[in-house]
């Protein structure tokens, strides 16, 4: 495991942006994990500043042959830079690509399943924090995940960004079909309801293997009891690290 993290670790530091890296480790499990059971299915973000975390699900996408979707308003650094942070590693220089260079609030669902082939197996929402912004790319997501698909909501305990903590709450009060599976990396990560215990015990596995910080802390709160790895959020119970 710690030549798994190591590397992927190193390539990510790369590319310019913040990114913790339990979260990168995290999200490639995840993606190994659906890879690993055929789980079909394209991969998105909203908000890919200079593709750092973008490159992670390039890793999936390329290895699958699946499409791959960014969509950024490129307020803060050029597309080109996505681009050259893709093709400067060999795990995503091949990846099957395309930028919107355009707000997420414009995009329909059905613009974006027809654009990439199909619908998402795993979408990060990671664009504006705005709550009404928010709550419009939650809206977009879930029309176009598949029903085994991952959303990953970013930032959403961060007190410098409140607004995604007030449309996740507002959100999934009305859309009881997706439920919170972790909490790790400042990422919260949703799935179906009926997919949660599948996820969450996947995440509970990679902490148990990691050789990160987080690993060695999950495993010492665990001995203390369950309810220092898990919480109860919208009445799922969730790993939080």
């Given at each position: 495991?710690?030549?798994?993290?190591?590397?992927l670790i190193q390539d990510v530091e790369?590319?310019?942006?913040?990114?913790?890296?339990?979260?990168?480790?995290?999200?490639?499990?995840?993606?190994?994990?659906?890879?690993?059971?055929?789980?079909?299915?394209?991969?998105?973000?909203?908000?890919?500043?200079?593709?750092?975390?973008?490159?992670?699900?390039?890793?999936?996408?390329?290895?699958?042959?699946?499409?791959?979707?960014?969509?950024?308003?490129?307020?803060?650094?050029?597309?080109?830079?996505?681009?050259?942070?893709?093709?400067?590693?060999?795990?995503?220089?091949?990846?099957?690509?395309?930028?919107?260079?355009?707000?997420?609030?414009?995009?329909?669902?059905?613009?974006?399943?027809?654009?990439?082939?199909?619908?998402?197996?795993f979408i990060s929402i990671d664009g504006?924090?705005?709550?009404?912004?928010?709550?419009?790319?939650?809206?977009?997501?879930?029309?176009?995940?598949?029903?085994?698909?991952?959303?990953?909501?970013?930032?959403?305990?961060?007190?410098?960004?409140?607004?995604?903590?007030?449309?996740?709450?507002?959100?999934?009060?009305?859309?009881?079909?997706?439920?919170?599976?972790?909490?790790?990396?400042?990422?919260?990560?949703?799935?179906?309801?009926?997919?949660?215990?599948?996820?969450?015990?996947?995440?509970?596995?990679?902490?148990?293997?990691?050789?990160?910080?987080?690993?060695?802390?999950?495993?010492?709160?665990?001995?203390?009891?369950?309810?220092?790895?898990?919480?109860?959020?919208?009445?799922?119970?969730?790993?939080?690290?």
């Amino acid at each position: 495991m710690i030549n798994y993290e190591n590397k992927l670790i190193q390539d990510v530091e790369q590319i310019p942006g913040f990114l913790f890296p339990i979260a990168a480790v995290g999200t490639l499990w995840l993606l190994e994990h659906q890879e690993a059971r055929g789980y079909e299915g394209n991969l998105i973000e909203i908000g890919v500043f200079q593709g750092k975390y973008f490159s992670v699900l390039a890793r999936s996408a390329q290895r699958t042959g699946a499409s791959l979707l960014g969509i950024d308003n490129f307020m803060y650094a050029p597309e080109s830079a996505v681009h050259s942070a893709l093709a400067s590693q060999q795990a995503t220089r091949d990846v099957r690509v395309t930028i919107w260079a355009r707000e997420s609030r414009e995009c329909s669902s059905g613009e974006v399943i027809a654009k990439i082939g199909g619908n998402a197996r795993f979408i990060s929402i990671d664009g504006s924090h705005h709550a009404e912004d928010v709550v419009s790319d939650l809206a977009l997501a879930e029309a176009c995940l598949v029903e085994h698909g991952i959303i990953a909501v970013d930032d959403f305990l961060n007190p410098r960004a409140l607004g995604v903590g007030e449309a996740a709450n507002s959100y999934f009060q009305d859309h009881t079909g997706l439920r919170p599976f972790a909490l790790f990396g400042n990422k919260l990560f949703v799935t179906a309801r009926d997919r949660v215990a599948e996820y969450r015990s996947s995440v509970e596995e990679m902490f148990s293997l990691s050789e990160l910080p987080e690993g060695q802390a999950f495993r010492n709160l665990f001995t203390l009891g369950r309810d220092h790895v898990e919480q109860r959020l919208w009445g799922e119970r969730l790993i939080v690290m």
